[in-house]
């Protein structure tokens, strides 16, 4: 991974999908790391099925962490 990205969630595909769609409209290109998928496709299976992990640059973290605040809140709630 490049280093310029910095690791801001891992949880389910669906969570994931909705803060990637929701950091899209703010303009933020985020990337989604599925070691499900790696494991799988490496003949290994998967320690955790289902959970990803969502990177975005760190140039960009401060516009994304509250979007990723926001929807873990309504979540909780």
Known sequence: ???????IFTGSF??????????KEIGINSVIKDET???R?????PSIPGLQE???NKDELD????IVE????SIKD
């Not at 669906?14 to 950091?23: A, S, Y």
């Not at 516009?63 to 509250?66: L, Q």
């Open 1 to 7: 991974m490049d280093s310029n990205y910095i690791k």
């Open 14 to 23: 669906i969570i994931v999908q909705h803060m990637t769609d929701n950091l």
């Open 37 to 39: 998928e790696s494991a």
């Open 41 to 45: 496709l490496a003949g290994f299976g």
């Open 54 to 56: 969502l990177y975005v």
């Open 63 to 66: 516009k994304a962490i509250p």
């Open 70 to 73: 926001k929807i873990i809140a």
